[in-house]
């Protein structure tokens, strides 16, 4: 069982960052891919982005260009930093991960094995 902590939200004015950080615990993190959902209020849960490696990620057209994820294996910590802030951000962040580093629709939720309870990001105009 791999439990998943997130940190790092809270509020902030348009235009701001913030960098979250989620933990695993576990001692294989390192085969873990791990990815970024939100969730805005009345919306479905959405994709942010996605770390197979500190090299291999992939960050949603959404946020491209304002946000990164990293990972720190050492830590078993992976970050989302996100710059420029909008109030459409707004929403609950959860970290996931998923056993294994080969390819997945990384996109979906269903892959994931395991989820964080989340952090609240709210963006105020």
């Known amino acids: 069982q791999v439990q998943l902590v997130e940190s790092g939200g809270g509020l902030v004015q348009a235009g701001g960052s913030l960098r979250l950080s989620c933990a695993a615990s576990g001692r294989t993190f390192s085969s873990y891919a791990m990815g970024w959902f939100r969730q805005a209020p009345g919306k479905e849960r959405e994709f942010v982005a996605v770390s197979w490696s500190a090299s291999n990620t992939y960050i949603a057209d959404s946020v491209k260009g304002r946000f990164t994820i990293s990972r720190d294996n050492a830590k078993n910590t992976v970050y989302l930093q996100m710059n420029s802030l909008k109030p459409e951000d707004t929403a609950v962040y959860h970290c996931?991960?998923?056993?294994?580093?080969?390819?997945?629709?990384?996109?979906?939720?269903?892959?994931?094995?395991?989820w964080g309870q989340g952090t609240q990001v709210t963006v105020s105009s």
């Open positions: 996931a991960a998923k056993v294994g580093l080969n390819r997945f629709n990384y996109y979906s939720e269903s892959p994931y094995d395991y």
